[in-house]
Structure formats: structure tokens, C-alpha cells
């Protein structure tokens, strides 16, 4: 049965930096195209970022230049590195798996990120 | 960037209704749009992708339609566990957009 498990959300200040963690089971993260999708509370889906199973990564305008995306392909597990952050980034953090760069297949649990002071 | 408008954002409905969902895109996406299903306090869960396949193990009330830039998701006849928040989601180009979601509530 395929798990992802998202680890690492709390709260942080802004300015402050933070990594995600995603070690899924049942699959091999290098082997797809893997991605975080937020929602902030009370509001819709926003895509972050994704890297392909081939490397490529890309970020949506909001993360560029401040989110990071990787794997760690000796511990199956997905990153997202996210400095400088902004009470804006508050939201709920899923790891997903996709059908090549299309639909998603698999979704976390979602780990909870909050930016406050 | 390719924006998706969903209509419309609350729907009230009653048990049996046929209820119809629609998104929008602000250019053409051929067929690349998925349907999400979202219940409170859970991940999402896909529904239709490639605007019109059913994903496996999805009840067959549930249907997509559309290419180009309209699309529709259709439940022939909502039953309880179909009050939800619904997303469309494009993945024609290297960034996924999502719409902004549809909450369908009990009328």
C-alpha cells in the first residue's frame, strides 16, 4: 500500500527557515514525479513545486527564489526547503505523487506549517 | 500562467439532485484537467483526470466532460457522502493550477 508521510511543520517566525520531509512507502521517490501542494486554513489548493523523476525541478512564482526542492535518493525521502517565510506561507503542507507531470495519484497526510510572530 | 476559474463557489443540493460543476481555463489545456474531492480535515482525492476518465474505484455517478477551455464534473445523483469540496486542477504545462474549489452543501 502506498504512505506518504510528511514530517516537519511547526510554528516559525518570519524570516525564518524550515525543511519538510516526505519518506513515502510502497514506491521509489526517484522513480516519480514528486510534489508539495499547500492550502492555506480555510482556503483552496496551491501548487509549491515538483521535481521530476528525471530531476527538472520547477516552483511556483511564490516559491521561487525562497523554496527549494530535493530528494535524498538513499533515504527514499522528498524535501522541501523553504527559507525566509512569510505569514502567507501558513498553510498545510502535502507531499504528493504524480502521473508523470499530471494528475495526482497520492497525497500525504499534510504537515502543518505556521508563520507568526 | 494558466488560470482556472471553477463555478460555482457553494452549491446547495439535496440528496438525488443532479449537480453539475464547472471550470474554466484562461487558455486552452487540450484534455489535461483532473477533478479532486476534498472532505474536512482530509487530503484530497482524485476523482476524473484527463477530463473525463474516471479514476479506479470512483462510483460511476461521477463524470467529466469537456476539452479545450470548459469543462464539467457531474454527479448524476448525490448521495450523503458526496457533500464535499470539489477542485479542478490543469497540468498542461510545467505548473499545475488549481481552481478555487466548489463546496457542495446539503440544501
Known amino acids: 500500500e502506498v504512505q506518504l508521510v510528511e514530517t516537519g511543520g511547526g510554528l516559525i517566525q518570519p524570516g525564518g527557515s524550515l525543511r519538510l520531509s516526505c519518506a513515502p512507502s510502497?514506491?521509489?521517490?526517484?522513480?516519480?514525479?514528486m510534489s508539495w501542494v499547500r492550502q492555506a486554513p480555510g482556503k483552496g489548493l496551491d501548487w509549491v513545486s515538483i521535481i521530476y523523476s528525471g530531476g527538472s525541478t520547477y516552483y511556483a512564482d511564490s516559491a521561487k527564489g525562497r523554496f527549494t526542492i530535493s530528494r535524498d535518493n538513499s533515504k527514499n525521502t522528498l524535501y522541501l526547503q523553504m527559507n525566509s517565510l512569510r505569514a502567507d506561507d501558513t498553510a498545510v503542507y502535502y507531499c504528493?505523487?504524480?502521473?508523470?507531470?499530471?494528475?495526482?495519484?497520492?497525497w500525504g497526510q499534510g504537515t502543518l506549517v505556521t508563520v507568526s510572530s | 500562467d494558466i488560470q482556472m476559474t471553477q463555478s460555482p463557489s457553494t452549491l446547495s443540493a439535496s440528496v438525488g439532485d443532479r449537480v453539475t460543476i464547472t471550470c474554466r481555463a484562461s487558455?486552452?489545456?487540450?484534455?489535461?484537467l483532473a477533478w479532486y474531492q476534498q472532505k474536512p480535515g482530509k487530503a484530497p482525492n482524485l476523482l476524473i483526470y484527463?477530463?473525463?476518465n474516471l479514476q479506479s474505484g470512483v462510483s460511476s455517478r461521477f463524470s467529466g466532460s469537456g476539452s479545450g477551455t470548459e469543462f464539467t464534473l457531474t454527479i448524476s445523483s448525490l448521495q450523503p457522502d458526496d457533500f464535499a469540496t470539489y477542485y479542478c486542477q490543469q497540468y498542461n504545462s510545467y505548473s499545475w493550477t488549481f481552481g478555487q474549489g466548489t463546496k457542495v452543501e446539503i440544501k
Open positions: 487558455q486552452s489545456i487540450s484534455t489535461w
Open positions: 510502497g514506491f521509489i521517490v526517484s522513480n516519480n514525479y
Open positions: 504528493v505523487r504524480a502521473h508523470s507531470n499530471d494528475y495526482i495519484m497520492d
Open positions: 484527463k477530463a473525463s
